[in-house]
């Protein structure tokens, strides 16, 4: 028997090569070793989106691009949160038995408060619980997460094993897998990939869009003119060489400490190897864009299956709280 691991993205739509890199990959070779229920948390988005115009879109560009990145709808159980009613449920059950203490000192329910702060809701706080019924409902034994997320981990733990002390062994307490997430830096050099800052290239941007977009790049800073011996270890078109170039990092490395290389030419071999690289993944996501029904079956039929398992840990949930009217 595989092991079962959850885990949870946002509707971010379109999905760029820093979630390529730094989770979908990661995502795609679970599969083998693990029965895995990935799920895109919408209600989550709630908690910090005051517009929900976009959010069916979001939905279905991120599954679109989960699979034709290996996602298996055979292999692994693909939902959408808010497919599966029995985690609002569950959600509500363990709030009653996690303090508001606890939540107050999240660090980023405290980040949060502060850069929304017109809209500090009742969702934020309770993310966490959230969080945690995520994970319970669909038993998983295994959590993968970055370091920076062990924390967040330990919480979901914390809640857990007080509902199990408080009503009895309910739930299995999930337990974290340490998985490197590698955190990419966008376009720009200073910040995260992301489409917030518009420094991104989409797995699904045509090649010319790729190229266009990595000549936009930000280089050594300190590199000025085409005769100025550069320096890799700040440049981040190098990091992503370590990607998309990987037999050729020493070489660029040598040529850009002598300037033997300039940056244009630095960043045509760059787009040039993401594009091959990512040609399977985008004709796949062609093809897969032709037909949006399978889209649709595919969360469907993910649904279905986390709804079965749901429904059975619910309702030992209720059993265990006493929440079930005994039937004569
Ligand atoms: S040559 Fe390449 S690695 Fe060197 S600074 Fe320019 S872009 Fe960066």
């Known amino acids: 028997m595989k092991k079962r691991v959850f885990s949870g993205a946002r509707p971010t739509g379109k999905q760029h090569i820093g979630n390529y890199i730094g989770a979908i990959q990661n995502y795609v070779a679970l599969q083998d070793e693990y029965e895995c229920v990935y799920c895109i948390v919408d ?114 733990r914390e809640i857990t094993r007080r509902f199990n002390t408080l009503f009895g062994d309910t739930f299995l307490e999930p337990q974290a897998k340490l998985t490197n997430f590698p955190l990419v830096l966008g376009l720009n050099g200073n910040q995260k990939m992301s489409k917030t800052y518009d420094n991104h290239v989409e797995l699904a941007a045509t090649p010319d869009e790729t190229r266009k977009k990595i000549m936009t790049a930000v280089t050594d800073p300190s590199r000025q003119y085409r005769s100025d011996p550069g320096h890799p270890n700040i440049c981040n078109v190098f990091s992503l060489h370590g990607y998309f170039t990987p037999e050729r990092t020493g070489e660029i490395e040598t040529s850009c400490r002598k300037a033997g290389i300039g940056c244009v030419d630095c960043k045509k071999i760059l787009a040039e190897n993401i594009n091959v690289y990512l040609a399977p993944l985008r004709e796949k996501r062609l093809k897969l864009a032709e037909n949006p029904k399978y889209i649709f079956d595919v969360m469907s039929d993910g649904a279905q299956r986390a709804r079965n398992i749901a429904k059975e840990t619910l309702l030992s949930a209720k059993q265990h709280m006493g929440l079930i009217t005994p039937q004569i």
């Open 43 to 156: 209600i989550h988005a709630l908690t910090s989106l005051e517009n929900t115009e976009r959010l069916q879109d979001n939905i279905y560009e991120m599954m679109l691009d989960w699979l034709a990145s290996g996602l298996d709808p055979q292999k692994s159980i693909l939902f959408v949160q808010s497919d599966v009613p029995e985690v609002m449920e569950l959600h509500t059950l363990l709030s009653m038995v996690t303090p508001l203490s606890w939540l107050l000192r999240v660090p980023t329910f405290k980040e949060k408060a502060k850069s929304q702060p017109q809209n500090v809701n009742y969702g934020l706080v309770g993310y966490p619980v959230l969080m945690t019924a995520d994970i319970i409902l669909y038993k998983a034994e295994v959590v993968p997460v970055g370091e920076d997320q062990l924390p967040h981990l330990e919480l979901a």
